[in-house]
């Protein structure tokens, strides 16, 4: 079968057989979560958030050490007010797709923690430390929040369900930042987790920019009141439209 182009999108190509997986029920590719991530970077301050490609996050967690700087600088990590990354468990470094499992890393320079979000909760834990420590030496200064009677060990790793910064921040230009679990929507079925993925990161968007206008104070809450199961049920559609709507565009 001919696998034609049917969208480009920034560097993105989308072809048939990407439209074919959304049709599903299939497990998302890299590609597709590339192109709603390059559509989320679109409509957000792109000079505070950075979400990182799929293909670049595997590298970022899998390169050899003295590679891992030509691959972070051009990044910027450290100018970014929020990073986020895919996880994969694709241990294949040939490239092959023998990954069988998404979550979310996200990194907050105001509490300076690396949050996991995994909709099958401990799945993507290991692979998800490894990316931490693939990078938390490169994320820059931050302002990290701090009290009197409590503070995060560094790089200490707990469970938490509210990662807004409540305490007063001050600088901190060499504090390792933590690794937190965080409580996420669960998906039901053993292939959605892509779906959770971009859903997740949509919200944190969402959440970043509604932050400037005194709304919700962090992104737990706001992912707890708009990502649940439904999902399943409504977002392959919901980018079937999205594709054919930037097809029209063209």
């Given at each position: 079968?001919?696998?034609?182009e049917v969208l480009i999108y920034e560097d993105i190509v989308l072809?048939?057989?990407?439209?074919?997986?959304?049709?599903?029920?299939?497990?998302?590719?890299?590609?597709?979560?590339?192109?709603?991530?390059?559509?989320?970077?679109?409509?957000?301050?792109?000079?505070?958030?950075?979400?990182?490609?799929?293909?670049?996050?595997?590298?970022?967690?899998?390169?050899?050490?003295?590679?891992?700087?030509?691959?972070?600088?051009?990044?910027?990590?450290?100018?970014?007010?929020?990073?986020?990354f895919t996880v994969n468990d694709n241990d294949d470094l040939s490239?092959?797709?023998?990954?069988?499992?998404?979550?979310?890393?996200?990194?907050?320079?105001?509490?300076?923690?690396?949050?996991?979000?995994?909709?099958?909760?401990?799945?993507?834990?290991?692979?998800?430390?490894?990316?931490?420590?693939?990078?938390?030496?490169?994320?820059?200064?931050?302002?990290?929040?701090?009290?009197?009677?409590?503070?995060?060990?560094?790089?200490?790793?707990?469970?938490?369900?509210?990662?807004?910064?409540?305490?007063?921040?001050?600088?901190?230009?060499?504090?390792?930042?933590?690794?937190?679990?965080?409580?996420?929507?669960?998906?039901?079925?053993?292939?959605?987790?892509?779906?959770?993925?971009?859903?997740?990161?949509?919200?944190?968007?969402?959440?970043?920019?509604?932050?400037?206008?005194?709304?919700?104070?962090?992104?737990?809450?706001?992912?707890?009141?708009?990502?649940?199961?439904?999902?399943?049920?409504?977002?392959?559609?919901?980018?079937?439209?999205?594709?054919?709507?930037?097809?029209?565009?063209?």
């Amino acid at each position: 079968m001919n696998d034609k182009e049917v969208l480009i999108y920034e560097d993105i190509v989308l072809r048939v057989s990407d439209l074919d997986i959304l049709e599903g029920p299939y497990y998302l590719n890299d590609q597709i979560i590339a192109f709603y991530f390059g559509y989320l970077s679109s409509s957000c301050d792109s000079n505070d958030i950075l979400l990182v490609p799929p293909s670049v996050s595997f590298w970022l967690a899998n390169c050899k050490e003295e590679a891992l700087k030509d691959i972070i600088e051009p990044l910027k990590l450290s100018s970014k007010k929020l990073v986020l990354f895919t996880v994969n468990d694709n241990d294949d470094l040939s490239g092959g797709d023998s990954g069988t499992h998404w979550s979310l890393l996200v990194y907050d320079r105001s509490s300076n923690t690396f949050s996991h979000h995994d909709s099958m909760e401990g799945v993507n834990n290991s692979h998800a430390m490894k990316l931490y420590e693939a990078v938390k030496g490169f994320m820059g200064p931050t302002a990290k929040p701090y009290t009197a009677s409590s503070s995060t060990p560094k790089g200490r790793m707990k469970k938490k369900r509210d990662v807004g910064a409540t305490a007063k921040a001050v600088a901190v230009a060499d504090a390792e930042p933590a690794f937190i679990e965080c409580d996420t929507p669960q998906q039901t079925n053993g292939y959605d987790c892509g779906l959770y993925v971009i859903a997740i990161a949509k919200v944190i968007c969402q959440w970043h920019s509604s932050k400037k206008k005194g709304k919700e104070s962090n992104w737990i809450s706001a992912i707890e009141g708009q990502v649940n199961a439904s999902l399943e049920m409504t977002m392959r559609d919901e980018l079937l439209k999205l594709i054919e709507d930037l097809r029209k565009e063209d």
